[in-house]
């Protein structure tokens, strides 16, 4: 049985149309929340843009989440996650599955051990269903960026670390998940693409990843990027690759696309794999989770560090067209030394403009003009310092022509997006806390209004930020989007880095790394 659809549901992705159900929401929010009401979050930083904005946001706003109010407050938790929650918790409302009596408004977690959990994203909070156990799952002892949870200091598993994307119209999760079928954890490790129905309970499609050539060498790899799902002719995915935390040579940087048909059992079909640095190392894609992001026309995302090899493109912005195949790359103007790469922050493609903004370790914001595929302004030096101290990785956003910012070791802040293409570097501080770590803070803007024109006037941004370092104790905040006062603030006993809080129908959704996710709403 198909769920109920709304005009609202995001199966396509229209600016026009979300324009549109933003306005309705406005409407909703004056008379009683309603399915119309409701906006999805079904991928990395909520839209194809990737601007980290969810506009959607009709019940939370600057009146009602003050701490002082003592109307807004944790009010659930999901408990029994049985790992690491790297990917972004994913929101879909209004969903119908198989044996249940009635749709659910439903959040998708997916973990580090490669398991799928649906949860009730309303009360009780209750678990709906799960998938566990697909196949043995590569334990990485290289990669000491990632970690079990709760956290023993030792390296954990890998099984998914790049976000999955929802389709509605198919009632499918797409996600990508990194397998040792061996069961020995010797890294000797496949990555295999997987379309888990959800209606069914069932993965009902899975096929390796791996390129015409032979050269991707899945066990020198990590997939972190967030999948893009674009409804296209025909449609399509894309995600990324880097290398081991290590960087241990040889590895090179991915970006795959798929096209896919769904008649009834999906089947998807490789469109193109680009390989970022095929005559060395380095250029991999990963952008601290984030998703490769698309304007309308191409695909946009960073590369990492690498030697300047001809015919390879570390440390750049890159451009792909909509079947995958390679366009162009814009290096990192000034370079990026050593591990200062460009990567560590996503490309964001400003909705409704043809401007991409980027930034990376090395605290530069960078402003792509899509037409000329050329700096729009100079470098924007956003972060407190050019070396690793002030890097960027997930404390970034756009939001009603405003870039938010929250770099390591630094405050967060606000930059007018016109000021930042007159060269006017004009920050407003918007916090007087500080992310003291060096992975920075993670950050996200809700509101109302619609993708490309939000309303400024009440938007809030979500932030956690570790305390101590990039593992251990950390915070939960809310700040007003416009004044930058502090709303609301909780303690974290153990910080989830580059994995952002999700805002979707007046709940807040914040993975820790214990293996849980608190859930912050109004009483």
């Known amino acids: 049985m198909r769920p109920q659809r709304t005009f609202c549901d995001r199966d396509r992705f229209s600016l026009a149309k979300l324009t549109m159900c933003g306005i309705l929401c406005l409407l909703c929010a004056a008379v009683a929340p309603s399915a119309w009401c409701q906006l999805d979050a079904p991928l990395a930083n909520y839209d194809q843009q990737r601007t980290g904005g969810y506009p959607g946001e009709v019940s939370l706003n600057p009146g009602n989440v003050p701490q002082g109010l003592g109307l807004f407050g944790l009010v659930g938790s999901y408990q029994g996650i049985d790992n690491c929650i790297y990917a972004h918790p994913l929101y879909v409302h209004n969903v119908m599955i198989s044996g249940w009596s009635q749709p659910q408004n439903v959040i998708f977690i997916l973990t580090t051990n490669g398991s799928i959990y649906v949860f009730n994203a309303d009360q009780p909070f209750n678990l709906l269903d799960s998938i566990t156990g697909f196949g043995q799952f590569a334990n990485n002892p290289q990669n000491g960026d990632v970690r079990n949870c709760p956290d023993n200091g030792l390296p954990g598993p890998t099984g998914v670390l790049g976000t999955p994307v929802v389709d509605r119209a198919n009632n499918r999760l797409w996600y990508v998940i990194d397998r040792d079928d061996s069961g020995t954890q010797t890294g000797l490790k496949r990555y295999v693409f997987v379309a888990y129905n959800y209606s069914t309970h069932l993965n009902d499609m899975a096929i390796d990843v791996m390129d015409p050539g032979g050269a991707f060498m899945p066990g020198q ?22 290398s081991t935390r290590s960087d241990q040579s040889p590895w090179q940087g991915w970006v795959f696309t798929y096209t896919y048909s769904c008649n009834p059992v999906c089947a998807q079909q490789l469109s193109n794999a680009v390989n970022l640095s095929p005559n060395s190392d380095g250029a991999g894609v990963w952008m601290s989770g984030g998703g490769i992001a698309w304007d309308g026309s191409f695909q946009y995302f960073t590369t990492g560090n690498g030697p300047a090899v001809g015919g390879d493109f570390p440390n750049s912005l890159g451009q792909l067209t909509i079947p995958g195949a390679f366009v162009n790359a814009l290096p990192a ?5 050593g591990d200062a790469d460009l990567g560590s922050g996503r490309a964001i493609a400003v909705p409704g403009m043809n401007i991409v903004l980027a930034a990376g370790k090395a605290g530069n914001l960078y402003l792509l003009d899509t037409t000329s595929f050329s700096l729009a302004a100079p470098m924007q030096p956003v972060c407190p310092d050019t070396t690793q101290n002030g890097a960027l990785f997930a404390g970034f956003a756009e939001w009603n022509r405003d870039v938010y910012t929250w770099c390591a070791r630094d405050n967060l802040k606000k930059f007018h997006l016109s000021d930042l293409l007159s060269n006017n570097l004009a920050p407003i501080q918007l916090s007087q806390e500080t992310a003291m770590n060096d992975a920075g803070a993670n950050i996200g803007v809700s509101g109302t209004g619609g993708w490309g024109q939000p309303d400024g006037s009440n938007g809030i941004v979500w932030a956690t930020y570790g305390t101590i370092g990039r593992f251990g104790p950390g915070i939960f905040a809310a700040y007003d989007a416009n004044t930058g006062g502090l709303l609301f603030q909780d303690s974290l006993a153990a910080w989830q880095k580059f994995t952002p809080p999700v805002v979707a129908n007046g709940r807040v959704y914040v993975p820790t790394a214990d293996g849980q996710v608190l859930i912050y709403g109004l009483f």
């Open 333 to 337: 103007p000034g370079g990026q030394a």
């Open 221 to 242: 790899q990590t997939q972190r990027t967030g999948m893009l799902y674009n409804y296209s002719n025909p449609p399509y995915f894309s995600f990324g690759f880097s």
